[in-house]
T-cell receptor, first 113, second 115 residues
Framework: KQEVTQIPAALSVPEGENLVLNCSFT??????LQWFRQDPGKGLTSLLL?????REQTSGRLNASLDKSSGRSTLYIAASQPGDSATYLC????????????FGKGTKLSVIP | EAGVTQFPSHSVIEKGQTVTLRCDPI?????LYWYRRVMGKEIKFLLH????????ESGMPNNRFLAERTGGTYSTLKVQPAELEDSGVYFC?????????????FGSGTRLTVV
C-alpha cells in the first residue's frame, strides 16, 4: 500500500528566502509525482507533474526533483514571497486502472513579509 | 473554460440526516474523481467514474455513501444517514483523458460538518 509522507508539517520563513519541501513515498512503482498548492477555502492547484522517467520539472521559481529509486521528491521555492503562503501537497499516481492520487498530509508554508 | 464546480460549498447537518453533494466537471471531461479529507488526515480517494460508469469505487468507506453520474455529466455523492466521522472536505476532480500523466483539475470542495 502506497504511503506518502511530507516533512515538515509546517514551515515559516522570512520573505526572500529559498526553501525546500520534502516528500517521500514507500512504493517506487509510480507513474508520476505531482505537487499541488492549496489556499484556504480553495481547491487544489496543480504546480508541477514529474513523470516517472523524469528527474525534475521547473516552473518559474519552482523546481521539483524526483528520485524514484529512493522514493523521494523535493520542491524548491526560490526567493519566497508572501503570496507563496499556502499548503503544499505532494501526491503520487501508482497502480493501473483508476490512476488515483495518493496524497501526503501537506506542508503549511508561511512566508513572513 | 469553466472549472470544476462543487456545491454546496458548506453544509452543516445533524447526525442521521441525508446530504447530497454535487460536482460539475469541466465539459468534455470523461473522468471524474471524488476525494475526501477528514480532519488531521491526508486527502483520500473515494471513487472514479469514466463517463457514467464506476471505474473504481475501492475508496468508498461504507454503504452509506452512494455516488452517481447521470448521463456522464455531473455527479452526486449522497451520504445517508450521515455520521459524525463523515465530517470533512469532499473534493471532486476531472480529467479529459484516462492517463496518469494528463493531470487533473480540482474543484474548491464541499466542507461537510455533521453535528
Amino acid at each position: 500500500k502506497q504511503e506518502v509522507t511530507q516533512i515538515p508539517a509546517a514551515l515559516s520563513v522570512p520573505e526572500g528566502e529559498n526553501l525546500v519541501l520534502n516528500c517521500s513515498f514507500t512504493d517506487s512503482a509510480i507513474y508520476n509525482l505531482q505537487w499541488f498548492r492549496q489556499d484556504p477555502g480553495k481547491g487544489l492547484t496543480s504546480l508541477l507533474l514529474i513523470q516517472s522517467s523524469q528527474r525534475e520539472q521547473t516552473s518559474g521559481r519552482l523546481n521539483a526533483s524526483l528520485d524514484k529509486s529512493s522514493g523521494r521528491s523535493t520542491l524548491y521555492i526560490a526567493a519566497s514571497q508572501p503570496g507563496d503562503s499556502a499548503t503544499y501537497l505532494c501526491a503520487v499516481v501508482s497502480g493501473a486502472g483508476s490512476y488515483q492520487l495518493t496524497f501526503g498530509k501537506g506542508t503549511k508554508l508561511s512566508v513572513i513579509p | 473554460e469553466a472549472g470544476v464546480t462543487q456545491f454546496p460549498s458548506h453544509s452543516v447537518i445533524e447526525k442521521g440526516q441525508t446530504v447530497t453533494l454535487r460536482c460539475d466537471p469541466i465539459s468534455g471531461h470523461d473522468n471524474l474523481y471524488w476525494y475526501r479529507r477528514v480532519m488531521g488526515k491526508e486527502i483520500k480517494f473515494l471513487l472514479h467514474f469514466v463517463k457514467e460508469s464506476k471505474q473504481d469505487e475501492s475508496g468508498m468507506p461504507n454503504n452509506r455513501f452512494l455516488a452517481e453520474r447521470t448521463g456522464g455529466t455531473y455527479s452526486t455523492l449522497k451520504v445517508q444517514p450521515a455520521e459524525l466521522e463523515d465530517s470533512g472536505v469532499y473534493f471532486c476532480a476531472s480529467s479529459q483523458v484516462t492517463s496518469p500523466n494528463y493531470g487533473y483539475t480540482f474543484g474548491s470542495g464541499t466542507r461537510l460538518t455533521v453535528v
